[in-house]
């Protein structure tokens, strides 16, 4: 049996080229000319002043949150339907995760009920765009606006996306992504804050690196981090970033297929698939589907029978709210978001990643036809 995975990596000659200049240069570590360069290529890309590589996205959501210099139990509005990366960058920085359901289309948080979670105590929103979709920005910005509001953007999902013909990571204080093997880029593990705010990027900067000043080395005003990145991974992101617009293309000529091809399950009502809002540019990061549930079958059931047949596929978030581990924090609220509990029990992703071929997509949706009809 052949078996589909539900994401593969492109890395081609050129980053065994530029990996292997770095290696024989000696600077393997965070220094060498591959770091800046990195930087400075995707931070134009996405049209931003500053970028500052990091090991992984989750510390470029810790790193960025961080360097808010936040009193500690501030709140911070974030998607229950997310990541854990998101809970993780509050709570290891003492932050309270404040969280907000998910819209029943584009599984992004639901603008309309962010007000209500709104307290003295809040100080940032964090949007994620889950799957490629961009969330309204706008809504966003006129709430952060109204309430004086950091805003964080989490557009790991969102390489290449745009909200009303801007770039997603172009939002906001400082925008974070991930380089993870499963993005549109990867450096292996990587990830990056982005920002216009000189004060905010030398403070990065700096917490990034064990918060060493300049001035007088070793000696600290702050408590910092090793989220250095290196050169050799470094090496890896300037040769996808180089190619960073064949791979969104791809991306988005896979989603479309998809959609083309999937429609007729719509049409019957068996599943929902992923929408493209009139101010978005969505790149479908991966190609997620919900089944309705009025046909009682849960997403665990489906993705079982496909993977029996070789069809690799990942379920969606497990909302947030419910996690069991957040139960233990003494700001745990036993609340009920029904949209991200609905999504995350019958919704999930089929193989989108950057190898995939037409009749692989083909047969993908023939067997998926196969199973619900
Ligand atoms: C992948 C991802 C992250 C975390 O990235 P890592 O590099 O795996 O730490 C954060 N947020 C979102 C939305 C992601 O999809």
Known sequence: MQIIPVNEPLVLAKEL?????AVKS???SSEGKFIKEFENKFAKYIGRKHGIAVNNG???????????SLPPNSEVIIPSFTIMSCVLACTDNHLIPVFVDAENDTWNIDTKKIEEKITENTKVI????IYGHPVDMDEILKIAKKYNLYIIEDFAEAIGSEYKNEKC????DISCTSFYANKVITTGEGGMCLTNNDELEKKIRSLRNLAFIPEKRYVH???GFNFRITNVQA??????????EEHVKKKILTGKRYTELLKPLEKKDLVTLPVQKEYAKNTYWMYGIVLNEKHGRKAQDVMKQLGDIGIQTRAFFYPMHMQPVIETFPWFKNEKLPVSEKISEYGFYLPSGLTITDDQITAIVKCLEN???
Do not use: C, D, K
């Open 17 to 21: 080229e530029y990996v292997t200049e």
């Open 126 to 129: 964090m949007p994620v765009h």
């Open 58 to 68: 989750t510390n470029a959501l810790i790193l960025a949150l961080r360097s808010l």
């Open 26 to 28: 000696g600077w393997i």
């Open 221 to 223: 005003y702050e408590l």
């Open 371 to 373: 199973i619900l009809n």
């Open 235 to 244: 090496a890896i992101g300037l040769a996808q970033t180089e190619r960073i």
């Open 169 to 172: 990571g172009n939002f906001g």
